[in-house]
T-cell receptor, first 114, second 115 residues
Framework: DTGVSQDPRHKITKRGQNVTFRCDPISEHNRLYWYRQTLGQGPEFLTYFQNEAQLEKSRLLSDRFSAERPKGSFSTLEIQRTEQGDSAMYLC????????????FGPGTRLTVL | SQELEQSPQSLIVQEGKNLTINCTSSKTLYGLYWYKQKYGEGLIFLMMLQKGGEEKSHEKITAKLDEKKQQSSLHITASQPSHAGIYLCGAGRMNYGGSQGNLIFGKGTKLSVKP
């Protein structure tokens, strides 16, 4: 399968714990995006990378959130000291980063904070 | 900031019927994406429109972008149960370098198709 993959698909954690998600984009895509989606809403942008550089972060990305893309391939999103309000679907997408670059999404990681 | 409004919020149709979902932007769209999402899953890319007046079709789904590039519609002909899901429109944000940035999404339209 050459699509975007995410791991884990589901994560249940207790409030205050740290969690880390991984995203593997389509191999030739240089752009990688993270979004968050809550029930009944469309995805909301968190941050994106071009190769290994993190180019933009949304105001939604509090200082408890950190994302990395160390070698310009896979990316990780870490949430420290999780709160119940962090419960959501975390989606990763990748694209070629062109003016007409289509974004392809992974299956998402569903986080539940108890 | 740009906002996208989708209508209707939900739709129940009988199998075989046609339907239309609308997406309206408060600003000119640089790129308009349509995605389909099954509950609890990721987004499946359907189509992208960039030019005013552009129309694209894939199987029984047709998407159009109006000339002013502020409104798009998604039309499904002869709906089937497999069309059920949440349809999301997304607007591309243009970066300073002229490349596509992140997407801003509407809240989605939930489609149910009764057999």
């Amino acid at each position: 399968d050459t699509g975007v993959s995410q791991d884990p698909r589901h994560k249940i954690t207790k409030r205050g714990q740290n969690v880390t998600f991984r995203c593997d984009p389509i191999s030739e895509h240089n752009r990688l995006y993270w979004y968050r989606q809550t029930l009944g809403q469309g995805p909301e942008f968190l941050t994106y990378f071009q190769n290994e550089a993190q180019l933009e972060k949304s105001r939604l990305l509090s200082d408890r959130f950190s994302a990395e893309r160390p070698k310009g391939s896979f990316s990780t999103l870490e949430i420290q000291r999780t709160e119940q309000g962090d419960s959501a679907m975390y989606l990763c997408a990748s694209s070629l980063g062109l003016a007409s670059g289509e974004q392809f999404f992974g299956p998402g990681t569903r986080l539940t904070v108890l | 900031s740009q906002e996208l409004e989708q209508s209707p919020q939900s739709l129940i149709v009988q199998e075989g019927k046609n339907l239309t979902i609308n997406c309206t932007s408060s600003k000119t769209l640089y790129g308009l994406y349509w995605y389909k999402q099954k509950y609890g899953e990721g987004l499946i890319f359907l189509m992208m429109l960039q030019k005013g007046g552009e129309e694209k079709s894939h199987e029984k789904i047709t998407a159009k972008l109006d000339e002013k590039k502020q409104q798009s519609s998604l039309h499904i002909t002869a709906s089937q149960p497999s069309h059920a899901g949440i349809y999301l429109c997304g607007a591309g944000r243009m970066n300073y370098g002229g490349s596509q940035g992140n997407l801003i999404f509407g809240k989605g339209t939930k489609l149910s198709v009764k057999p």
